[in-house]
């Protein structure tokens, strides 16, 4: 079986820094060495040796999810005590070594696919004495589970409270210096305005390029502060009503119908005329903005946007099993996405453009109008991750566009996915929510 790409790099590095002889291997769990189930691509004392020193933790489960084997990170990790269990010659359940319900449908969700399978979760710690119950701390965990023959999974662990820390430092600057741009670029807006009206109207293309850039950094500041109180709600903080899907999205268009007259672009929508789902009205309005707007930019002209719904009943992702779901493709006519961008299509502030060109086209004041100036063109941009309704060139989104529509979607428990149509050459962007959306914990 094909190791993934990251656990070569573990494994490599791991041989590649020998144990030195003052310090001995730890006593691997009695679990290993008395387990008749052992895979034969394990029993090899070097493997064991690998795994058992790997900084990702590592467990093991047969097909009745009996604990075959884990390392000592793991043992860390889940709180796995092996000085308390007697040598036996049966694995006992993982449930009774640690109790997980997210660990425990990766697991399953590995095996019923017979693919590698990813989730995160926080991890609580609760002693397993129903006399003495006592809560641990709690910390970040991603799980990678592997699928392993005779409907065994192996499962990676990895502790994410390093990383967790430094997104939230992050998001915690970005919104302090958010709210501190805010009040001056509002000033700095007021005052060029005021002085607009008092100069020469040859002037004025200057003022205007002035209010526009500050008009974008607007933008920007509201975007960040928009993701900060998401990421801080964390879902928490929907507000959940029936909605018609269908009507709300020929809302969307119609707030973008001037930009798409600019282009001779229609709206083709094809799904149910009326189609009720529980969700976030204002939020979902935002991401229907956000993705036709992205839509209408990199669009050709003289084409339509195709909008696609249909409701799922028995979903093909595990993810919503035995859950109804809703799809929505937004489909353009434009040159697509590059395949280097697409792992970063959401990502805060990506641009695809080399050059990360913000500024549009500008066409400074002529000759005869007394300006000592040269001549100058500021080359457009392209920026897969813009969406700012009313933006007059791709090139004037702040980039943080499709960033704010993931980090929506996510809290409405959906998924957001990128890529180019096969038909029409596009960007073909499919959004995946449940028809019975709940908040996340």
Not at 292 to 313: E, F, G, P
Not at 338 to 362: M, Q, V
């Amino acid at each position: 079986m094909l190791r993934p790409r990251w656990l070569r790099r573990v494994i490599v590095t791991l041989k590649e820094r020998p144990l030195p002889s003052e310090q001995p291997l730890p006593p691997e769990p009695p679990i290993a060495a008395a387990s008749p189930w052992w895979p034969e691509q394990l029993r090899s004392a070097d493997y064991r040796a690998l795994l058992h020193q790997a900084p990702l933790g590592y467990i093991q489960v047969d097909g009745e999810n009996q604990l075959v084997w884990c390392n000592a990170t793991a043992s860390r990790l889940l709180g796995i005590a092996y000085a308390n269990q007697a040598v036996a010659d049966t694995p006992r359940l993982l449930l009774e070594w640690v109790r997980s319900y997210e660990l425990d449908q990766l697991i399953e969700e590995t095996r019923q696919t017979h693919a590698p399978r990813q989730r995160d979760w926080v991890l609580n710690l609760v002693s397993p004495d129903p006399f003495y119950p006592t809560e641990g701390v709690a910390y970040p965990l991603r799980g990678h589970g592997l699928p392993l023959a005779e409907g065994q999974v192996g499962v990676f662990l990895e502790n994410r409270q390093e990383i967790v820390t430094l997104r939230q430092e992050r998001d915690r600057w970005t919104s302090d210096v958010a709210h501190e741009l805010k009040t001056p670029l509002t000033s700095i807006r007021l005052v060029t305005e005021t002085l607009r009206s008092r100069v020469k109207p040859d002037l004025h293309s200057w003022f205007d390029r002035l209010l526009n850039e500050t008009l974008r950094l607007s933008n920007l500041v509201e975007d960040l502060l928009n993701l900060s109180r998401l990421d801080r709600a964390e879902g928490a903080s929907l507000t959940l009503k029936r909605v018609d899907l269908a009507q709300l999205i020929l809302t969307a268009w119609q707030s973008l119908e001037p930009l798409a007259q600019v282009k001779s672009l229609t709206l083709a929508y094809e799904g149910p005329k009326e189609l009720p789902v529980t969700l976030d009205e204002a939020l979902i309005h935002r991401v229907l903005i956000n993705l036709m707007d992205n839509a209408i930019k990199y669009s050709d002209a003289n084409h339509h946007i195709l909008v696609q719904t249909r409701i799922q009943d028995t979903p093909t992702d595990i993810r919503y099993s035995g859950t109804s779901t809703v799809q929505i493709d937004i489909i353009d006519h434009g040159t697509g996405f590059k395949e280097t961008d697409l792992p970063y299509i959401f990502s805060r502030f990506y641009r695809a453009d080399p050059a990360r060109a913000r500024l549009g086209p500008f066409t400074p004041p002529s000759p005869s109008s007394g300006s000592t100036v040269p001549e100058s063109t500021v080359p457009e941009s392209t920026d897969p991750g813009s969406a700012s309704p009313g933006a007059p060139n791709p090139g004037s989104g702040t980039g943080l566009g499709l960033a704010i529509v993931q980090q929506i979607v996510d809290a409405h428990r959906g998924h957001v996915t990128a890529q180019n149509h096969p038909q029409t050459g596009g960007g073909w962007l499919t959004l995946t929510l449940p028809l019975q959306a709940a908040p996340c914990p």
